[in-house]
């Protein structure tokens, strides 16, 4: 399984930017995807899930403001950034699993993670 993001770039704030993942070798269906990101000297932070039957969820902090959609037939997710802020700024990383969301135990990370895209927002 190999996943590839790309969309990153540098915006000013106030801009947008459209991250997309694609999954090689790896049937897309009743599993659970998403978006995480890593800033310098921070943890890594959930932001955006996609679950089976089309459910999302979204952190707080970038609720209303970014929007993930996944599509199965071409084995792509991707992430909708609106209205950016500095602190938006990280590297970001798409990554999948094998079943639900609800089905990864608790502490597990996800099975498989993409080499991240960087996206720098300046004020």
């Known amino acids: 399984v190999e996943l590839e993001e790309s969309g990153g770039g540098s915006v000013q704030a106030g801009g947008s930017l459209d991250l997309s993942c694609v999954i090689l070798?790896?049937?897309?269906?009743?599993?659970?995807m998403g978006w995480f990101r890593q800033a310098p000297g921070k943890e890594r932070e959930k932001i955006a899930l996609?679950?089976?039957?089309?459910?999302?969820y979204y952190a707080d902090s970038v609720n209303g403001r970014f929007t993930i959609s996944r599509y199965n037939a071409n084995n792509t997710l991707h992430l909708q950034m609106n209205s950016l802020k500095p602190e938006d700024t990280a590297m970001y990383f798409c990554?999948?699993?094998?079943?639900?969301?609800?089905?990864?135990?608790?502490?597990?990370?996800?099975?498989?993670w993409g080499q991240g895209t960087q996206v720098t927002v300046s004020s």
């Open positions: 996609s679950d089976f039957p089309g459910t999302a």
């Open positions: 070798r790896f049937h897309m269906n009743r599993n659970c």
């Open positions: 990554a999948v699993d094998v079943g639900p969301c609800a089905s990864i135990p608790e502490g597990r990370s996800f099975l498989y």
